[in-house]
């Protein structure tokens, strides 16, 4: 009878202990996708921002198309992206359009000085920071995830439940790469 109540004892704490990784690694995967909203979210704020933006230092600068073709593009770009790499991808793209435009808005001192500009500016540098803040925060939760598959003796039950370790938000060469714009003489 006491080998009993000693194996069924055990086995309790077995079953409890299963069922608290489990729900770790459950909370741990709501957080990640609530993490990855956060990004989406931001990342489509500053996507519709842009046009705002665009149409603005436009007004000043009719003869830079391409700028203003690359920036609709890479929004669209991100947009459509799905997944952390595609959307990273996007994001770098974007970033680089971006760049390359208020670049160009350097070069016209009265659009610099305009409230508008000077607004739009400013809440784009705010949901930056925001995207940069939502993406340490998924990456950070990521980074749990992944380390509780990876270690011992979490990573036999996350490997018999199926859980997979995934993808950090990860910048790209381009968000890396420093940003040459030329600006051409309009005759």
Same mark, same amino acid.
């Given at each position: 009878m006491?080998?009993?109540l000693i194996l069924l004892g055990v086995l309790a704490v077995v079953v409890l202990y299963l069922?608290? &990784? =489990?729900?770790?690694? $459950?909370?741990? +995967?709501?957080?990640?996708k609530? $993490?990855?909203?956060q990004i989406d979210v931001q990342l489509k704020r500053r996507a519709d921002l842009?046009? /705002?933006?665009? %149409?603005?230092? +436009?007004? =000043?600068?009719?003869?830079?198309?391409e700028v203003f073709e690359n920036v609709t593009k890479a929004r669209s770009a991100l947009l459509n992206a799905k997944g952390p790499k595609e959307l990273g991808k996007?994001?770098?793209? !974007?970033g &680089? $359009?971006?760049?390359? @435009?208020?670049?160009?808005?350097e070069a016209y001192p009265d659009l610099k000085a305009q409230e508008g500009f000077v607004n739009l500016?400013? *809440? @784009?540098?705010?949901? %930056?920071? +925001?995207?940069a803040y939502s993406r340490q925060f998924y990456n950070s939760v990521v980074k749990q995830f /992944? *380390?509780?598959? &990876? +270690?011992?003796?979490? /990573?036999?039950?996350? /490997?018999? !439940?199926?859980f997979k370790e995934q993808e950090f938000f990860e910048a790209t060469e381009g968000e890396r790469a420093k940003v040459e714009v030329k600006f051409t003489e309009e005759k």
């Open positions: 006491n080998i009993t069922i608290g &990784v =489990y729900n770790s690694f $459950a909370s741990l +995967k709501v957080k990640i609530e $993490a990855w909203s842009i046009p /705002n933006l665009v %149409e603005t230092v +436009k007004g =000043y600068a009719k003869h830079e198309k996007a994001d770098a793209q !974007l &680089v $359009a971006l760049k390359s @435009l208020f670049a160009v808005a500016q400013g *809440e @784009l540098s705010d949901t %930056e920071d +925001k995207v /992944n *380390e509780k598959i &990876v +270690k011992f003796p979490t /990573n036999i039950v996350a /490997n018999a !439940l199926g």
